[in-house]
């Protein structure tokens, strides 16, 4: 123990903190570590072994306890506290804290290896004359080291290790963006750092994220106003600390399964005839199609001077009520767009003002001002009489059958400094108007619809927006090259800081610019990340059905992929769901010591298994790939191997872009459906990759009713567990069917599809009884039967 303890004073002695802090004293108070100094005190609890959380309260000001992200109540992890002439260190049985008296310091470790330390702690800086969004004048500093990449700050596109910028913490849109965008719609108060830990500073103000732009190892954020607390995060692994993470902030519910299959979307559909004649189309063609989003077309003929009505306009929607009841009968949901914007020409401006459910100025009236739709108001989502009116408007919409909603311009798009709302004003309720919003919809759903899941689709949030369901997209994007080459990033940064669903305007958004070959390589990625929407403005057509006969032909062969996978995609969002993973996922996560891979996202995992190579420039034909060591690769759509840890010249397809399945993986898939309401797995094919490196592997398929919330909860689900044992001589799966207590399981007819046997097999015996078996190309189909509550043993002697 002294060894540790003068381990502690070296390295604190290293980056002394702000030398006119003292330390006083300090006590133990219902497992809080109270520490007075001579200009405040700090609070240090941890909520686990992995997760501790710090306040500063300077002199004066009063404790703020309410949190906007963290739904973790502190678990009975319990405090050691040891203290020498010099120090006092608080222990748990993985996060240990040191706090240095003088000169002042406090250290964070985990299981003995220092994780980062206060570099100034909190300091209050002079009024310079300029505004407090310019220059905020409260600010958190701490150490880092000089070798350590840093991820986090939100949506941004900068590359993958963000080190070196100074990133404004205010969620705003930036319209057109393509390979480069510093500030955008999700400005999220969370770091992390490549030796596997977090910092998140609880605290909702706008203000800035330094992440070392001064080059003298230090990061600093800083605020207008609110909270001095943050918490650090440890993990294990990555997939530890995202899991973390998400505990202390929430986890995404389920989403319905419908939410993984195609949408139809654009700027906008006009009529009830253009929406049906739409949906028409994409049954005739037999393109997939699950949802419809109706944009701002369903309330106005124009795009500017009708936001806020947000009711039907009845000349192009004649019928609403029947034109809802005719797709959900065609197994297609009808999604609507809502903004907060409530103009001064909206129908609804005199019933807002009246029961004062708007952003008011200083003196309490309704705070009007101008932006491109028109002169509006705010709906304050942080009142409880905003909360009433806005849900109110939901509620009888869903009562017309209304099946999910987009939620925009959510950050607020406009929100001038001078407004006011029941939580404060306009800069420090910036950047949770959008999670607020969502929270809104959340809770109305659970109190009035309680056995439906909610669609949120939102383009502004903040930490733990996740928690309320919230699916995120990342804005207006250029419809170009440059546009999707920033798409990955985006969407392995969110997944990482617990939006696991973060995806684009799959085509591209803004802009005319004409380019099939773009497209399809858009919607080629779009297989391989959370959600399928094509989306544009209306210059140039989105949906696939509107495309020309050999676009379209490729564009079908794509979505009739994304549906093929539902199986394991749905898999994807039960881990989501339940341990707060991300889909996609960086390869540093299977190599984090590998330093090459830390700004790397040309390449991601989608889910465990699928390694994916985006093609993001025109005319490409071959791609170089990395393969990560931890298993060779086999290429999704021809089988050929590719040895772990190498990196190849791949020749690249214009009918796919590169995918590889890791060897002993196990991925579950279904025949092409016209939609979710015919998902079933009655019969399915459970491919298994074989490689003689996997000697052993596991996999596993999540099946509910996927419209239910909390079915896992309730014990409405089933989980097919696979397992692999491997030798040279012979191959040994095992399948069993773990079913919820509130689950009615059902046969279901599977053909094992083993890939990668080159050896000719002698023998395929199912619970001990030969069974027939086909060998095409080097893969065997094995059919069985999986049965309730019998295990299923299929051995291959080769």
């Not at 240090?44 to 072994?49: E, L, M």
């Not at 093609?615 to 791609?623: D, E, H, P, Q, R």
Request: with cysteine.
């Amino acid at each position: 123990m002294n060894k540790i303890f003068l381990f502690l004073l070296i390295s604190s002695s290293a980056f002394a903190q702000n030398a006119n802090r003292k330390f006083e004293s300090y006590k133990v108070v219902k497992n809080t570590i109270e520490v007075k100094t001579s200009d405040g005190a700090y609070f240090i609890k941890p909520y686990s072994d992995k997760i501790i959380e710090t306040t500063f309260l300077p002199t004066g000001e009063v404790f703020n306890p309410n949190s906007h992200a963290v739904v973790l109540v502190p678990g009975k992890e319990t405090f050691k506290v040891k203290q020498t002439q010099n120090s006092i260190v608080c222990s748990t049985n993985g996060i240990m804290v040191s706090i240095q008296k003088s000169p002042f310091q406090i250290t964070y470790f985990y299981k003995s290896k220092e994780l980062v330390s206060e570099k100034n702690g909190y300091v209050q800086k002079p009024n310079n004359g300029t505004s407090d969004k310019e220059q905020p004048k409260q600010t958190l500093e701490f150490n880092l080291d000089p070798s350590e990449a840093l991820y986090g700050a939100g949506a941004r596109a900068l590359g993958m290790n963000r080190r070196g910028n100074r990133l404004e913490l205010y969620n705003q849109a930036d319209y057109g963006y393509e390979t480069h965008s510093k500030k955008m719609n999700f400005s999220i108060p969370l770091v992390m750092s490549s030796k596997i830990y977090a910092i998140h500073f609880d605290n909702g103000p706008i203000g800035f994220l330094d992440l070392d732009s001064k080059k003298d190892n230090t990061l600093v954020y800083e605020t207008i106003s609110g909270r001095k607390t943050y918490q650090v995060i440890a993990g294990e692994t990555w997939t530890d600390l995202i899991s973390n993470y998400t505990e202390l902030t929430g986890r995404q519910p389920l989403i319905p399964r419908w939410a993984l299959g195609n949408f139809s979307s654009r700027f906008g559909y006009h009529s009830q005839d253009e929406v049906n004649k739409t949906i028409d189309k994409f049954i005739k063609e037999e393109i997939p199609v699950d949802a419809i989003i109706l944009d701002l077309y369903w309330f106005g003929k124009t795009i500017q001077g009708t936001m806020g009505n947000l009711d039907w306009d009845k000349d192009n929607f004649s019928d609403p009520k029947k034109m809802i009841s005719d797709l959900n009968s065609k197994g297609v949901k009808t999604i609507l767009i809502t903004e907060p914007f409530i103009l001064t020409t909206s129908s609804k401006w005199q019933d807002a003002v009246d029961k004062k459910v708007l952003a008011t100025d200083k003196a309490g009236n309704p705070f009007k001002y101008d932006f491109y739709f028109g002169n509006t108001g705010l709906v304050d989502v942080f009142k409880p009489e905003g909360k009433t009116w806005f849900w109110n408007i939901y509620k009888n919409l869903i009562n017309e059958g209304v099946g999910g909603w987009w939620g925009d311009l959510g950050e607020p798009e406009v929100f001038p400094s001078a407004a006011f709302t029941a939580q404060g004003t306009a800069d420090e309720v910036h950047n949770i108007y959008g999670h607020n919003w969502a929270k809104l919809i959340r809770d109305g759903y659970k109190a009035d619809f309680p056995n439906v899941r909610p669609f949120i689709l939102m383009r502004a949030g903040y930490s733990g927006s996740q928690n309320f369901g919230m699916v995120p997209w990342s804005g207006d994007v250029s419809r170009s090259w440059g546009g999707l080459q920033s798409q990955p990033e985006i969407a392995l940064q969110m997944g990482m800081q617990g939006m696991g669903y973060m995806h684009s305007d799959l085509g591209g958004f803004a802009g005319d610019y004409f380019d099939n070959e773009l497209y399809v390589r858009w919607l080629q990625y779009g297989v391989f990340q959370p959600i399928y929407r094509p989306h544009a403005q209306e210059e140039v057509a989105s949906e696939a059905v509107y495309k020309d006969i050999l676009t379209k032909a490729k564009a079908k062969k794509q979505i009739e992929l994304r549906y093929q996978m539902l199986p394991y995609n749905y898999t994807l969002a039960f881990e989501n769901n339940n341990k707060g993973l991300p889909l996609m996922r960086p390869l540093f996560f299977e190599e984090p010591a590998n330093e090459k891979l830390l700004n790397y996202c040309d390449s991601y995992l989608w889910g465990n298994d699928f390694l994916v190579t985006p093609i993001t420039k025109a005319g490409v034909t071959s791609a170089s790939i990395y393969f990560p060591k931890s298993s060779n690769w086999y290429d999704f759509y021809t089988g050929e191997k590719h040895q772990a840890g190498v990196t190849e010249i791949v020749a690249v397809s214009p009918d796919n872009i590169p995918v590889f399945v890791r060897g002993g993986a196990f991925i579950p898939m279904i025949k092409t459906i016209q939609n979710t309401t015919k998902y079933s797995l009655s019969n399915f094919d459970l491919h298994f990759y074989f490689d003689e490196k996997a000697i052993s592997s596991s996999g596993k398929l999540y099946n509910d009713d996927g419209l239910t919330p909390n079915d896992f909860e309730k014990g409405s689900y089933e989980i097919l567990n696979f397992a692999n044992i491997s030798t040279p001589k012979s191959i040994q799966i095992k399948v069993n069917t773990v079913v919820g207590k509130a689950f009615a399981s059902a046969n279901k007819s599977v053909t094992l599809m083993v890939h990668n046997v080159t050896a000719k097999p002698t023998k395929v015996t199912v619970n001990g009884l030969d069974v027939e078996f086909k060998t095409i190309n080097n893969t065997l189909e094995i059919p069985f039967l999986i049965e309730k509550g019998v295990e299923k043993e299929i051995k291959i002697q080769l």
